[in-house]
């Protein structure tokens, strides 16, 4: 079905006349589908929140008219409601030749499920930009499209560019400018085909894996670090195709650019195109609201800047960057320093300080009060002696005289914060009490549980909010109202990295020391490899080049089959449930029933040996105890003479190298494994033959147990003469 | 110039067998009548590179090239003569000579280059950023015959395995990683902190390492000091040195001991001067300021040096003679396409092309041919893109073709010579024809036979 509906697709964009007749059409999501405005976006979704005063989805919207899209199709998913609201009462719903469409949904947890479900709508007719409705650009359309559509005529698998941006190179800028993860692209510097795409995921390593075929492919490749994804994506109509023939397809780029760029069988191809002079970046967390709410105010992004943005409110820009709304009410003695933004009918009071901030409508600010790097929304009340310092403070927040905000906290609507209270750095305090659910699993991390869950506990909330707050106003002092979120196990180091302050100056040192050592420990690694090629390989896990996956493969079903077994061991689990679960192994690693003798015999092996024993016959005594314990799990899977031979050669494999101890009980425990008929003599014999004819220094072992073997031979003459 | 120049001249080398023999070894192979040792001599006294060391492996080898050298260059080059055991490889030759090296740079050069990269741009390269290494990298040389001689030469990885994989900066000035061998059969694997200083690496896989390296001297015996493992200087020492290159362990020429402890103490304080410069959001120092602020001790805490590349003009001539079907390939190239390699060393009388030889009646040889002084050919031959050497004598109804023969061949009547090397003193019966093949000096092929893609020689005694 799918696959009909692309041929068709396809037989449409190839037709010239049809794809100019397209008007160009735009999906905006309307849903990060992340958790990190959280516990803001609980209340209100992430793309209503003001950005520099407006909200963050007119920034893109109006972006989108001016770079001549026609028609958008806005995705709303987390408090759908709000945002229709929002766009119906807005400027975009008058807009002549600009439509905005809403699609909504209530159960979308993904990228993926959006465009799954636009695709069902079957609205989209030719190519499409894709973005989030927490991006703010400058930048102009038209010739990344006209590259677009000439790349797709010649070549109809290049079905999406990706705009991307010149950066700093060095996790330390990333982190410390968008508070995103370093990502590398490799990029052919010709075709500009995006080859690779490695955001944070595997940063354990030190280096970065090309495939050979890559470079086989492309005699120059240019790897980047020094670039930044704009999230803004120029799409065929290929893409929401392909996201419904592969419904796994969750996140834009972990999922869908990962897996074009590795699946080489229907050989789609992504190019990017690279911005210079004009600005594109994503809202992605607090560090890059602060960054991206400071290039509004000091006109990175112009034309859409406040002034120009909302002509209607008489918006000046004085010196410094300071913009002030018309009326508002400034004591004489207040000093509002540079890059600052001061919004409609806000108050503010004698000696008191602002610089770098964004103050929102009608706010009452006392006396003596310090606001620095802070983001106060609309209706906040802060009364005389309070201190705010890198803080995002939202709609309706009272804070009572002589309170102070540490570095990095959020209040998120209506909460107040008592008399004197100190709300310690990188707090997150909410009305709602905190999920108490945690988002640890992995299909939550970008499932935002603000879609469902989110709007469900707003609405009780708000019911019985009364008696909550009596139970909690300790927690902000006297007079306080609102829950002080508990950080989670373990992301609590974390926080300082997305937080709208700045980076501790300890924390970034930290972040170079740990580059440096991770660069150290690489080094280390090589160094005392490179020497030796066979210790290199060592380190690798894998000992042939050529079949290193299969033979990682098996490394990790030995070590799954090892733990299944110890489980069994330790929790005396019944050996037909122990057969049960390595036969289970055995088909989710799609392994042969020798590989799992083999993996058994070696767990029992192993744990005979880590079992304690001082002498040599007390471990032939553990390895007869533990044969004669689990022969039944170990004979469940061999089932012919292959697979006898392979438990002997893994035995010796083993007294080589992992539990050289055995080495010398050689014999006697292949004569205990032939008194217990796991083997046969058959399966010894052939061995033996097998390893007749290999080197001398292969055949120790059979000289070890050439007497037992000898044994074997003459009773076997012995019943040939009967 | 205070420039040592090694150059490894190698010995018998075993890929090259039957056509190297105790009495013509690797670096006297006639490349068009001149030993192919006389080519990288040339260009180094071309560059005023004049002060040598010729490394070659085992003693009579060095013998017979001593005696050679000291004939031709005797008034023109200060040349010694290092004699090395086998098998110790490149590094290991380096390291057995390094109580030679005097002079700050050093560059090393393959004796069985032939090329017309000029050493001396390179030594150039080297001085002027003040690097540790300077690798020479040229184009892959563009040879018909050795992709289709090679079978299934068409298969991608396979084609991959032969060549680097390079990663340069963007101003291609600075080598920023590079693999070669073995691990060019995995996937590669790029070292990130690199890239994170750099911010953008160049993967290149159409250039090849051309053997031609010009060494810190300070730097190249302290690695071969301190990795007594490293064998090689193109596998180890060199990636060895990329690899490190933000983070030299003791490579600097500073004692590194003692200067240790010193650094922890500013560690601290020198973040602060970094860290403040990324706040200010000033930019962070170029990956080249980077590693220039660091002599002084000032800036940076690790230690670097620098790792350069110089890439040879895509119209140069740079092929390595260490295979067989790289000999018949410089052969034909320099007497055809590169002939400008030829050029100018008529200063060795012995290798001009001979005082026209006594040609039969009939008989053609064809362009971008050569014929040794004192050869004869008889009558209704052909000769076609071939070097035949000094004091042959070829019979009547010949046939040469894409064909080496040495000196003091003996060609009999009605031979058919196809793609093969003929070494000296053979002697060819009648009728003989010889398609792909060698064969070893002093070999007799009997008359009538036929060979297809053999190698023939003498049996050892």
């Given at each position: 079905m799918g696959a009909q509906k692309k041929g068709a697709t396809a037989r449409v964009s190839e037709d010239p006349e049809e794809l100019a007749r397209n008007p160009l059409q735009a999906i905006l999501l309307a849903d990060s589908f992340a958790t990190t405005f959280r516990p803001i976006t609980l209340e209100r979704p992430k793309v209503l929140l003001p950005l520099v005063n407006i909200p963050m989805i007119d920034y893109t919207l109006a972006w989108l008219e001016s770079a001549g899209v026609e028609e958008v199709f806005v995705f709303c998913c987390a408090h759908s409601k709000q945002v229709i609201d929002y766009l119906e009462s807005s400027q975009w719903s008058s807009q002549p030749n600009f439509s905005v469409a809403t699609i909504e949904s209530h159960n979308s947890i993904s990228a993926g499920d959006a465009l799954r479900l636009i695709y069902e709508r079957n609205v989209i007719h030719g190519d499409f930009v894709l973005i989030s409705g927490d991006t703010v650009s400058n930048m102009l359309l038209t010739q990344a499209l006209q590259e677009h559509k000439e790349r797709k005529k010649k070549d109809a698998n290049a079905i999406m560019t990706m705009v991307v941006k010149q950066s700093k190179p060095s996790p330390i800028t990333q982190q410390s400018r968008l508070g995103t993860d370093e990502l590398f692209m490799a990029i052919n510097p010709v075709t500009k085909q995006l080859l690779c795409y490695e955001d944070k995921a595997e940063y354990s390593k030190g280096f970065i894996s090309l495939d050979k075929t890559l470079i086989a492919d492309n005699p120059s490749i240019i790897l980047h670090n020094d670039k930044q994804d704009c999230y803004i994506d120029i799409c065929s109509q290929e893409v929401l195709s392909l996201f419904t023939d592969n419904f796994d397809y969750q996140h834009l780029r972990r999922h869908f650019v990962k897996g074009l760029l590795v699946d080489d069988i229907m050989g789609y191809k992504i190019f990017t195109h690279e911005i210079h002079s004009s600005y594109a970046a994503r809202i992605d967390n607090f560090r890059s609201y602060d960054t991206i709410s400071k290039d509004i105010i000091q006109r990175w992004t112009y034309p859409f800047v406040p002034d120009v943005l909302c002509g209607s409110t008489a918006i000046k820009v004085e010196r410094q960057g300071t913009y002030r709304a018309s009326d508002v009410t400034l004591s004489r003695s207040a000093h509002v320093g540079s890059f600052t933004f001061i919004g409609q009918g806000t108050k503010i009071g004698n000696d008191t300080k602002i610089s770098h901030s964004v103050v929102g409508k009608g706010c009452t600010i006392g006396s003596n009060v310090t606001i620095e790097g802070s983001y106060i929304w609309n209706n906040v009340t802060i009364e005389d002696g309070c201190q705010l310092r890198n803080a995002i403070v939202c709609d309706g927040v009272i804070m009572k005289s002589g309170a102070v905000l540490q570095p990095g906290v959020i209040l998120s609507f209506k909460v107040v914060v008592g008399h004197q209270f100190v709300v310690p750095a990188y707090s997150k305090v909410s009305l709602l009490q905190q999920p108490t659910q945690q988002d640890s699993d992995e299909e939550l991390e970008y499932a935002d549980s603000t879609s469902g869950t989110g709007e469900l506990q707003s609405e009780k909330l708000n019911g019985d909010i009364a008696p909550d707050l009596s139970e909690t106003a300790s927690e902000l002092g006297t007079g306080g109202v609102g829950y002080i979120w508990s950080v989670f196990e373990g992301v609590q180091d974390e926080e300082w990295r997305h937080s709208v302050a700045p980076i501790p100056t300890d924390k970034l040192v930290k972040l170079m020391l740990d580059e440096d050592e991770e660069q150290l420990t690489q080094d280390g690694n090589v160094l005392s490899a490179s020497g030796e090629l066979k210790a290199d390989s060592d380190d690798n896990g894998s000992e042939d080049e050529n079949n290193e996956d299969s033979r990682d493969d098996y490394v990790f079903f030995e070590k799954e089959v090892e733990a299944t077994f110890l489980r069994a061991v330790h929790e005396n689990v019944k050996v037909d449930h122990a057969v049960l679960e390595v036969n289970a192994l055995r088909l989710s690693y799609n392994m042969a029933s020798v590989d799992c003798a083999g993996a058994i015999f070696y767990s029992m092996m192993k744990l005979a040996v880590e079992s304690?024993?001082?002498s040599a016959s007390e471990l032939l005594k553990n390895a007869a105890e533990m044969i004669t314990k689990w022969q039944k799990l170990l004979k469940s899977f061999l089932h012919d003479i292959d697979e006898e031979i392979e438990v002997i050669l893994k035995f010796e494999e083993m007294c080589l190298e992992s539990a050289k101890e055995f080495a010398a009980l050689f014999p006697q425990v292949l004569h205990l494994l032939y008194d217990k008929e796991i083997l046969q003599e058959d399966a010894i014999l052939r061995w033996a033959d097998e390893k007749e004819g290999a080197d001398e220094s292969d055949k120790v072992f059979l000289k070890r147990s050439e007497k037992f073997i000898q044994w074997l031979k003459e009773a076997e003459e012995e019943e040939d003469d009967d | 110039m205070d420039f040592q120049v090694v150059v490894l001249a190698g010995g018998s080398s075993k890929n090259l067998t039957p056509l190297v023999s105790k009495e013509l070894p690797k670096p006297l192979l006639p490349v068009a009548n001149r030993p192919v040792l006389s080519y990288v001599l040339h260009q180094l006294e071309q560059n005023n590179l004049k002060d040598l060391i010729v490394v070659v492996e085992g003693e009579d080898t060095a013998l017979v090239v001593g005696a050679w050298i000291s004939g031709t260059f005797i008034d023109r080059l200060h040349v010694e003569i290092a004699a090395v055991p086998e098998d110790i490889g490149t590094a290991g030759a380096i390291r057995a000579i390094s109580h030679h090296l005097t002079a700050k740079d050093i560059l090393v050069v393959s004796g069985d280059l032939v090329s017309d990269v000029p050493p001396g741009a390179v030594a150039a390269t080297h001085r002027r950023h003040d690097a540790a290494v300077t690798a020479m990298l040229s184009s892959i040389p563009v040879s018909g015959p050795l992709d289709s001689g090679s079978s299934g030469g068409k298969d991608k990885a396979k084609k991959l395995g032969r060549y680097n994989i390079i990663g340069l900066d963007p101003g291609k000035q600075f080598l920023l990683h590079i693999a070669t061998g073995a691990?060019?059969?995995k996937d590669a694997r790029l070292p990130k902190h690199i890239l994170r200083a750099v911010g953008q690496m160049e993967i290149r896989s159409d250039l090849m390492d051309a053997h031609m390296y010009a060494f810190k001297r300070s730097v190249l015996q302290e690695v071969l000091d301190l990795k007594d493992t490293f064998q090689s200087l193109k596998e180890d020492v060199l990636p060895y040195l990329v690899r490190s290159q933000l983070k030299s362990e003791a490579l600097s020429n500073r004692t590194p001991q003692g200067e240790e402890n010193g650094n922890e103490k500013v560690t601290s304080q020198n973040n602060q001067v970094f860290v403040s410069r990324i706040l200010a959001n000033s930019s962070t120092p170029s990956f080249h300021d980077h590693s220039s602020e660091n002599p002084d001790g000032s800036a940076p805490t690790r230690k670097t040096h620098k790792c350069c590349a110089y890439i040879a003009s895509s119209g140069s001539y740079c092929v390595r003679l260490n295979s067989i079907q790289a000999f018949m390939d410089i052969n034909r190239d320099v007497t055809g396409e590169a002939d400008h390699l030829l050029t100018g060393t008529s200063s060795d009388p012995n290798n001009n092309i001979g005082p026209s030889p006594k040609l039969g009646t009939k008989t053609t040889v064809g362009p971008h041919c050569m014929l040794g002084e004192g050869s004869e050919i008889g009558d209704k031959c052909q000769v076609k893109r071939s070097v035949i050497g000094r004091h042959c004598r070829i019979g009547s109804h010949v046939k040469v073709v894409n064909s080496v023969v040495m000196n003091h061949v003996t060609i009999g009547d009605g031979c058919i010579i196809q793609s093969s090397v003929v070494c000296s003193n053979v002697q060819l019966q009648e009728r003989v024809v010889l398609k792909d093949c060698q064969v070893g000096a002093g070999f007799v092929v009997t008359a009538g036979s036929e060979y297809k893609a053999e190698s023939l020689a003498r049996k050892e005694k």
């Amino acid at each position: 079905m799918g696959a009909q509906k692309k041929g068709a697709t396809a037989r449409v964009s190839e037709d010239p006349e049809e794809l100019a007749r397209n008007p160009l059409q735009a999906i905006l999501l309307a849903d990060s589908f992340a958790t990190t405005f959280r516990p803001i976006t609980l209340e209100r979704p992430k793309v209503l929140l003001p950005l520099v005063n407006i909200p963050m989805i007119d920034y893109t919207l109006a972006w989108l008219e001016s770079a001549g899209v026609e028609e958008v199709f806005v995705f709303c998913c987390a408090h759908s409601k709000q945002v229709i609201d929002y766009l119906e009462s807005s400027q975009w719903s008058s807009q002549p030749n600009f439509s905005v469409a809403t699609i909504e949904s209530h159960n979308s947890i993904s990228a993926g499920d959006a465009l799954r479900l636009i695709y069902e709508r079957n609205v989209i007719h030719g190519d499409f930009v894709l973005i989030s409705g927490d991006t703010v650009s400058n930048m102009l359309l038209t010739q990344a499209l006209q590259e677009h559509k000439e790349r797709k005529k010649k070549d109809a698998n290049a079905i999406m560019t990706m705009v991307v941006k010149q950066s700093k190179p060095s996790p330390i800028t990333q982190q410390s400018r968008l508070g995103t993860d370093e990502l590398f692209m490799a990029i052919n510097p010709v075709t500009k085909q995006l080859l690779c795409y490695e955001d944070k995921a595997e940063y354990s390593k030190g280096f970065i894996s090309l495939d050979k075929t890559l470079i086989a492919d492309n005699p120059s490749i240019i790897l980047h670090n020094d670039k930044q994804d704009c999230y803004i994506d120029i799409c065929s109509q290929e893409v929401l195709s392909l996201f419904t023939d592969n419904f796994d397809y969750q996140h834009l780029r972990r999922h869908f650019v990962k897996g074009l760029l590795v699946d080489d069988i229907m050989g789609y191809k992504i190019f990017t195109h690279e911005i210079h002079s004009s600005y594109a970046a994503r809202i992605d967390n607090f560090r890059s609201y602060d960054t991206i709410s400071k290039d509004i105010i000091q006109r990175w992004t112009y034309p859409f800047v406040p002034d120009v943005l909302c002509g209607s409110t008489a918006i000046k820009v004085e010196r410094q960057g300071t913009y002030r709304a018309s009326d508002v009410t400034l004591s004489r003695s207040a000093h509002v320093g540079s890059f600052t933004f001061i919004g409609q009918g806000t108050k503010i009071g004698n000696d008191t300080k602002i610089s770098h901030s964004v103050v929102g409508k009608g706010c009452t600010i006392g006396s003596n009060v310090t606001i620095e790097g802070s983001y106060i929304w609309n209706n906040v009340t802060i009364e005389d002696g309070c201190q705010l310092r890198n803080a995002i403070v939202c709609d309706g927040v009272i804070m009572k005289s002589g309170a102070v905000l540490q570095p990095g906290v959020i209040l998120s609507f209506k909460v107040v914060v008592g008399h004197q209270f100190v709300v310690p750095a990188y707090s997150k305090v909410s009305l709602l009490q905190q999920p108490t659910q945690q988002d640890s699993d992995e299909e939550l991390e970008y499932a935002d549980s603000t879609s469902g869950t989110g709007e469900l506990q707003s609405e009780k909330l708000n019911g019985d909010i009364a008696p909550d707050l009596s139970e909690t106003a300790s927690e902000l002092g006297t007079g306080g109202v609102g829950y002080i979120w508990s950080v989670f196990e373990g992301v609590q180091d974390e926080e300082w990295r997305h937080s709208v302050a700045p980076i501790p100056t300890d924390k970034l040192v930290k972040l170079m020391l740990d580059e440096d050592e991770e660069q150290l420990t690489q080094d280390g690694n090589v160094l005392s490899a490179s020497g030796e090629l066979k210790a290199d390989s060592d380190d690798n896990g894998s000992e042939d080049e050529n079949n290193e996956d299969s033979r990682d493969d098996y490394v990790f079903f030995e070590k799954e089959v090892e733990a299944t077994f110890l489980r069994a061991v330790h929790e005396n689990v019944k050996v037909d449930h122990a057969v049960l679960e390595v036969n289970a192994l055995r088909l989710s690693y799609n392994m042969a029933s020798v590989d799992c003798a083999g993996a058994i015999f070696y767990s029992m092996m192993k744990l005979a040996v880590e079992s304690p024993h001082s002498s040599a016959s007390e471990l032939l005594k553990n390895a007869a105890e533990m044969i004669t314990k689990w022969q039944k799990l170990l004979k469940s899977f061999l089932h012919d003479i292959d697979e006898e031979i392979e438990v002997i050669l893994k035995f010796e494999e083993m007294c080589l190298e992992s539990a050289k101890e055995f080495a010398a009980l050689f014999p006697q425990v292949l004569h205990l494994l032939y008194d217990k008929e796991i083997l046969q003599e058959d399966a010894i014999l052939r061995w033996a033959d097998e390893k007749e004819g290999a080197d001398e220094s292969d055949k120790v072992f059979l000289k070890r147990s050439e007497k037992f073997i000898q044994w074997l031979k003459e009773a076997e003459e012995e019943e040939d003469d009967d | 110039m205070d420039f040592q120049v090694v150059v490894l001249a190698g010995g018998s080398s075993k890929n090259l067998t039957p056509l190297v023999s105790k009495e013509l070894p690797k670096p006297l192979l006639p490349v068009a009548n001149r030993p192919v040792l006389s080519y990288v001599l040339h260009q180094l006294e071309q560059n005023n590179l004049k002060d040598l060391i010729v490394v070659v492996e085992g003693e009579d080898t060095a013998l017979v090239v001593g005696a050679w050298i000291s004939g031709t260059f005797i008034d023109r080059l200060h040349v010694e003569i290092a004699a090395v055991p086998e098998d110790i490889g490149t590094a290991g030759a380096i390291r057995a000579i390094s109580h030679h090296l005097t002079a700050k740079d050093i560059l090393v050069v393959s004796g069985d280059l032939v090329s017309d990269v000029p050493p001396g741009a390179v030594a150039a390269t080297h001085r002027r950023h003040d690097a540790a290494v300077t690798a020479m990298l040229s184009s892959i040389p563009v040879s018909g015959p050795l992709d289709s001689g090679s079978s299934g030469g068409k298969d991608k990885a396979k084609k991959l395995g032969r060549y680097n994989i390079i990663g340069l900066d963007p101003g291609k000035q600075f080598l920023l990683h590079i693999a070669t061998g073995a691990e060019i059969e995995k996937d590669a694997r790029l070292p990130k902190h690199i890239l994170r200083a750099v911010g953008q690496m160049e993967i290149r896989s159409d250039l090849m390492d051309a053997h031609m390296y010009a060494f810190k001297r300070s730097v190249l015996q302290e690695v071969l000091d301190l990795k007594d493992t490293f064998q090689s200087l193109k596998e180890d020492v060199l990636p060895y040195l990329v690899r490190s290159q933000l983070k030299s362990e003791a490579l600097s020429n500073r004692t590194p001991q003692g200067e240790e402890n010193g650094n922890e103490k500013v560690t601290s304080q020198n973040n602060q001067v970094f860290v403040s410069r990324i706040l200010a959001n000033s930019s962070t120092p170029s990956f080249h300021d980077h590693s220039s602020e660091n002599p002084d001790g000032s800036a940076p805490t690790r230690k670097t040096h620098k790792c350069c590349a110089y890439i040879a003009s895509s119209g140069s001539y740079c092929v390595r003679l260490n295979s067989i079907q790289a000999f018949m390939d410089i052969n034909r190239d320099v007497t055809g396409e590169a002939d400008h390699l030829l050029t100018g060393t008529s200063s060795d009388p012995n290798n001009n092309i001979g005082p026209s030889p006594k040609l039969g009646t009939k008989t053609t040889v064809g362009p971008h041919c050569m014929l040794g002084e004192g050869s004869e050919i008889g009558d209704k031959c052909q000769v076609k893109r071939s070097v035949i050497g000094r004091h042959c004598r070829i019979g009547s109804h010949v046939k040469v073709v894409n064909s080496v023969v040495m000196n003091h061949v003996t060609i009999g009547d009605g031979c058919i010579i196809q793609s093969s090397v003929v070494c000296s003193n053979v002697q060819l019966q009648e009728r003989v024809v010889l398609k792909d093949c060698q064969v070893g000096a002093g070999f007799v092929v009997t008359a009538g036979s036929e060979y297809k893609a053999e190698s023939l020689a003498r049996k050892e005694k």
